[in-house]
């Protein structure tokens, strides 16, 4: 196999292997649904420590496969679901988890994700060795571009998670055989190789043909069927989290009649027009339907528990020709439509993970601001009403929402709370007050007292106020110090990568960079995951853009292109997310695309630039890549400043790149 070749799948199985270890593991330990960012981390570290340790003649990273057969058994053998004896608080998740406690299993996953990407980014590394700086570079995101768009092919066919190993253990086996005349068969590859390999196939084989398993783009969904008398329901959890119940409406409004309040509370309405977001499997639906909803816009992100209503639902509520179904992200879908409603109901639209790339951005959080629910008042006819329900865990939180509805409506809404335990409330608010009838309305004194609302740039509404949780400071602390440990065990001293602090730098900037693109177009367009891959494929673009310009043109000055770059930052600054928001969709596509992606242009070039001058091309790039994990870290800061404000750090790092780049590289640059 040539070179080139081998460096494009070694970089093809490095990204492939990097996502699909972030979306299983997620499926499989709770914790991680909320700490996506963990796994990524421990792969930036892994990658970061394989392009270090590659040398000539180095023996193939044989290792990697078996570590991940260890991590897949381990995985499996002790998963982390959340404890479902209480069955009434099935959203938000309960607070007791059965498996492993935390503080065994984030270590073990994160150091072991970590030994698993060093393997394939030895490969990598070993191929830069062999080739010229910039054209290694440019292989190695024709790789990435081509792992990532195997994953979201894979997405979109919700393939499950044994086609995700099989085709990572094909990879290995692959580039891992050595075909060299004269070497005996059994030389080429040790039997234990395979051995491992096949082990990854039949556990996650055992895993895909469990009964009643199903994966979307976001979830491993799990559906359990249960009896009660006359009651008979499917109780679909995903990632391990308990989500929603499959019932007949008339039953689940005997249960828990608060899902029949947002009609008591706007008596009178026509309901010509109703909007649902969060649609899931169809309860919602049915109940607007037997109340008396002429037509209703069903808008449900995840394909697969839409799917599950339309096969399962009792009540048929999706086969009904009032209903028409958007399988869609629900701040995008108010964005994009013109149309007008009666009712506009948030019905549990809780997705239980993070969006992917960004630390702590649910699904659902661009729902939950300020400038959010402004749009859903502009959608409302005369004499509609918005309405919002969920299992609030957190009184605190009931109170910020109502007090968010507060500022967007111009008055107090109905706030019923159907119970303290689990804090299951509704808040429902008339486009005046006089479209609304309360039982019992808003206290003014709760909404003084209440969080700050949320906002487009501060998306986290589950956040009581601007802080960094213990629990984050002291989980990026232990990663920092086990990196560093790490970094020097494998490595060797860590003074070998003094000479590239500016690339460790850049390596940071830029992940915040990255970070600020996918949370963006994230607002923009939606939190979907056809949105998400095509920002990491336009990033990967974008770079790649920057290494043939760098490859075939002259280029300014490194000082020019900085200055360039603080440009594209300034401008990226300057422009606001509801200006975008007020373009035409086609002009907004274009405006966001030059926004966001002419920083990250500007950036490689300048890292393209600075990487033709290292005299040790693999320990620059290990540099700039453990660079991009610190970054990682660094992202949980827009839990303080907001996501705008990584804008202004990612600029303070970059200055510090310009200021610590080598004399020789000045020279060189220019």
Request: hydrophobic share 50%.
């Amino acid at each position: 196999m040539t070179v080139r070749r081998r460096l494009v799948l070694s970089s093809a199985l490095m990204l492939f292997l990097e996502l699909a270890l972030i979306r299983w593991s997620g499926a499989n330990i709770v914790h991680l649904s909320y700490f996506t960012n963990f796994v990524l981390l421990g792969s930036f570290l892994g990658v970061g420590l394989g392009f270090l340790r590659a040398k000539p003649g180095r023996k193939p990273p044989y290792y990697s496969p078996v570590v991940l057969a260890l991590l897949v058994t381990f995985v499996l053998a002790f998963p982390v679901t959340v404890n479902q004896d209480d069955q009434q608080v099935i959203y938000f998740t309960s607070l007791e988890t059965s498996g492993p406690p935390i503080w065994v299993t984030l270590p073990l996953v994160f150091l072991a994700t970590a030994v698993v990407l060093m393997g394939p980014a030895e490969l990598v590394g070993g191929c830069f060795l062999e080739l010229e700086r910039l054209e290694a570079y440019r292989y190695d995101l024709l790789g990435s571009l081509l792992g990532t768009a195997a994953f979201t092919a894979l997405s979109y066919l919700k393939a499950p998670s044994l086609a995700w190993g099989s085709i990572v253990v094909a990879l290995y086996l692959t580039l891992l055989w050595r075909y060299e005349p004269g070497v005996p068969l059994k030389s080429r590859l040790p039997a234990y190789v395979p051995v491992t390999a096949v082990a990854v196939v039949a556990l996650l084989a055992v895993e895909t043909f469990s009964p009643n398993v199903l994966w979307s783009p976001y979830y491993k969904v799990e559906m359990t069927v249960r009896t009660n008398g006359a009651d008979t329901s499917r109780y679909i959890s995903v990632n391990g989290v308990p989500h929603q119940r499959v019932t007949y409406a008339k039953l689940r409004e005997q249960q828990e009649p608060q899902y029949a309040w947002p009609y008591e509370r706007v008596k009178g309405n026509p309901l010509d027009d109703v909007l649902i977001v969060g649609a899931g499997s169809g309860s919602d639906v049915a109940i607007a339907l037997k109340h008396g909803a002429k037509h209703v816009d069903a808008v449900e992100i995840d394909p697969t528990l839409l799917g599950i209503g339309r096969e399962y639902n009792p009540d048929r509520a999706y086969a009904d020709p009032r209903v028409t179904t958007h399988v869609d992200d629900g701040r995008a879908f108010l964005e994009r439509t013109d149309k007008k409603y009666d009712l506009i109901l948030f019905a549990l639209p809780d997705s239980l993970t993070l969006v992917q790339g960004a630390s702590s951005l649910r699904l659902e959080s661009y729902l939950f601001t300020e400038e959010a629910l402004r749009s859903v008042r502009e959608h409302l006819k005369p004499g509609g009403a918005f309405a919002m329900y969920n299992y609030y865990r957190e009184r605190w939180l009931v109170d910020r929402y109502a007090a968010t509805v507060q500022e967007a409506f111009g008055h107090p809404p109905c706030v019923d709370i159907a119970r303290t335990t689990g804090h299951q409330a509704v808040i429902t608010a008339g486009l005046t007050p006089s479209d609304q009838h309360c039982a019992s309305g808003f206290a003014p004194v709760a909404s003084a007292n209440a969080p700050a609302p949320a906002s487009d740039d501060w998306p986290f509404p589950y956040l009581k106020e601007r802080s960094l949780p213990q629990l984050y400071v002291v989980t990026l602390l232990l990663v920092l110090l086990a990196s560093a440990v790490a970094v020097r065990a494998v490595a060797g001293p860590l003074q070998r990568m003094r000479p590239y602090a500016d690339m460790f730098l850049l390596g940071s900037a830029f992940l915040l960079l990255e970070t600020k693109s996918v949370t963006g177009f994230a607002l923009l367009f939606g939190t979907t995951w056809v949105v998400n891959a095509l920002v990491f494929s336009g990033v990967l673009v974008a770079v790649l853009a920057a290494v043939e310009v760098t490859r075939r043109l002259p280029t300014p000055p490194m000082p020019v292109m900085y200055a360039l770059l603080f440009g594209a930052l300034l401008l990226a600054w300057l422009v606001p997310n509801e200006w975008l928001l007020g373009l035409p969709a086609p002009l907004r596509a274009v405006t966001a695309i030059v926004v966001a992606f002419l920083p990250v242009f500007c950036a490689n070039v300048v890292f393209a630039k600075r990487f033709i001058s290292t005299p040790d091309p693999t320990t620059a790039f290990g540099a700039n890549l453990l660079g991009a994990m610190v970054g990682g870290c660094l992202e949980y800061l827009a839990l303080l400043v907001g996501y705008h404000g990584l804008l202004v750090l990612a600029a303070l790092l970059y200055g510090g790149a310009f200021l610590l780049r080598p004399r020789h590289a000045r020279v060189a640059a220019t």
